[in-house]
């Protein structure tokens, strides 16, 4: 069992920046490919970004590419989400999400990770 908690969100205007945080517990962190996704209201749960177990492969949507890095720290057990230039249709709520690794994962793919967090509000003014 893994225990995700998000944190970080909040009220922000347009261009500015957000840096999102999510603690692992509950499991060997190094061991798990982390992603970060978004819902906004009425919508699907969409890909953001992705990070593989050892930080050397990441993954953006074409919507946040060179705009969001992701990061992980492995000996702090979290995984963060740098967003920066935010724009108002990033608002959303911003889940965590894990799984353990393996060849099999798809990145973008909500339905291959495991584990969610609560989710944090992201919200971009205008």
């Known amino acids: 069992q893994v225990q995700l908690l998000e944190s970080g969100g909040g009220l922000v205007q347009a261009v500015g920046s957000l840096k999102l945080s999510c603690a692992a517990s509950?499991?060997?962190?190094?061991?798990?490919?982390m992603g970060w996704f978004r819902q906004a209201p009425g919508k699907e749960r969409q890909f953001v970004a992705a990070?593989?177990?050892?930080?050397?492969?990441?993954y953006y949507s074409d919507s946040v590419k060179g705009r969001f890095t992701i990061s992980r720290d492995n000996a702090k057990n979290t995984v963060y989400l740098q967003m920066n230039s935010l724009k108002p249709e990033d608002t959303a709520v911003y889940y965590c999400t894990s799984r353990l690794t393996d060849s099999n994962w798809s990145p973008e793919s909500a339905g291959d990770y495991k584990y969610w967090g609560q989710g944090t509000q992201v919200t971009v003014s205008s």
């Open positions: 990070i593989s177990w050892r930080g050397v492969m990441t």
């Open positions: 509950g499991a060997l962190f190094s061991m798990l490919n």
